[in-house]
């Protein structure tokens, strides 16, 4: 008989192994690993079973969730009982039970392991998408079940555990509404079991940590989302804050009066690694408004079969600015299109970044879905000490290079520059 007093929103989790994933989201300070820990440590108390404890550095497991086990066997006054050893680094259980731990970085070690049915993913979202699915081959056994449990902090959107658990914009792919589980807290779906946790769910927790939480609200906006509210979001400063989405409909009832030179074509091209990426845009020159009312969004395509695709400019005589590859160019002109490239010179890539920062309004249609997956949350790197670097982001976004490149020739007057003119025939003394 084992008594622990534990945090009633991690009751039901503990003792629940009817479902094949389980997946704990939650803010710093949440208790959510160290009730993952206690989760595992009683069922190997129950049962034989092997368990594969995984980081994606191996360096990191000592201090965190080899520690947890230490800290967990010692309150449950099993010491002697249950054994953590160092070299190498596992817990053996009187009744055969073992915990191993592994980091992703040293792969061929997970080789040599097997009859393991229980796997634990600490901060999966540092763990490479790769390597998740390399895991998902490693849990197998003749009768016990199988589980995979994954905890993590909820960082971008953009990282594999939002788009393989929640929402993936690429594929147009909806498995659950992360608002859903901020609001329930506990959702079973798809043999899934989402658990979210914030640092109020921690009854253990003093209040000056949760004070300290809070005070990131004022500094440190992206962190307190994480830490604080347990939420996935933007990581970062946006590059675009000013775009947005429209119904389709309503994109296009905009653009009747806007005059054929304001009507724009971009393209970046693409093959293995980057995608051949074209953008049909409106300019409204007056309110200094941008629209996004088309694009082609592919790669692993020959300039052939692009020429194929994309035939209807050919039809409609459409001028396409494009990167600067002149063999690429030529090749479809000769096959009919007018195709031009656009101007690079030194700083271009900054250049064309504050260019379109200076639209007021960027509009795209709800049907253009690459472009809003790769512009909406899109934010800049930062160096070591967290400094912008104005020129470069957290993806390789192609629809922003085919607006620039859809841009060339045109200028979008700087506010700076237009209150530094003055009318005609007055003197500045």
């Known amino acids: 008989m084992i ?21 704990t989201v939650g803010g710093y300070g949440s208790s959510k690993s160290y009730h993952v820990a206690l989760k595992i440590l009683l069922k190997c108390l129950e049962e034989k079973r092997k368990v594969l404890v995984i980081r994606e550095v191996f360096e990191t497991i000592r201090d965190s969730t080899y520690a947890l086990f230490e800290e967990l066997i010692s309150d449950l006054e099993l010491d002697g009982v249950v054994k953590p050893k160092v070299s190498p680094m596992r817990i053996d259980f009187p009744n055969g039970s073992q915990i191993i731990f592994k980091g992703m970085d040293k792969p061929w070690k997970l080789k040599s392991i097997h009859n393991v049915t229980i796997i634990w993913i600490e901060e999966a979202s540092e763990l490479k998408y790769e390597g998740y699915k390399e895991l998902l081959g490693r849990a197998r056994h003749p009768s016990l079940s199988i589980h995979f ?43 899934v079991y ?5 640092a109020d769910d921690n009854l253990f927790l003093p209040q000056s940590y949760i004070e300290q939480l809070e005070e990131l609200k004022v500094y440190d906006p992206d962190l307190y989302r994480i830490a604080r509210r347990g ?6 400063t946006r590059v675009l804050p000013q775009f947005q989405v429209k119904p389709h409909d309503e994109v296009m009832a905009k653009l009747g ?32 408004y941008l629209y996004i009312y088309w694009e082609y969004y592919k790669k692993d395509t020959t300039d052939d079969v692009t020429a194929e695709e994309i035939k209807e400019f050919k039809e409609t005589k459409e001028l396409i600015r494009a990167d600067n590859e002149p063999k690429t160019i030529k090749y479809f002109n000769l096959q009919g299109f007018r195709m031009v490239a656009a101007k690079k010179g030194p700083n271009s890539r900054l250049q064309n970044t504050k260019k379109v920062k200076r639209f007021k309004k960027i509009i795209c249609s709800d049907k253009c879905k690459n472009a809003i997956r790769e ?27 085919a607006i620039w490149y859809g841009l060339d020739g045109y200028e979008v007057a700087d506010i700076k520059e237009k209150s530094n003119e003055r009318p005609k025939g007055v003197r500045r003394k």
């Open 149 to 191: 449990l994954l905890s993590t902090n909820p960082v971008g959107k953009d990282n594999w555990v939002y788009t393989h658990f929640f929402i993936d914009e690429l594929k147009d792919i909806i498995t659950l509404d992360d608002e859903e589980l901020y609001k329930e807290r506990n959702i079973i779906k798809n043999n």
């Open 194 to 198: 989402y658990h979210h946790s914030v």
């Open 257 to 288: 009066d806007i005059p054929q030179r304001f009507l724009r074509v971009g393209m970046d091209f693409g093959f293995v690694d980057s995608y051949n990426a074209i953008l049909r845009m409106a300019i409204d020159d007056k309110n200094k």
């Open 3 to 23: 008594e622990k007093e534990v945090n009633p929103h991690f009751e039901d989790f503990i003792f629940d192994w009817n479902w094949k994933t389980y997946l």
């Open 231 to 236: 939420r996935f979001g933007v990581n970062g």
């Open 375 to 401: 512009l909406k949350n899109l934010t800049y790197k930062t160096d070591k000490l967290g400094n912008i670097i104005p020129d470069e982001f957290n993806i390789d976004p192609h629809t922003f290079s």
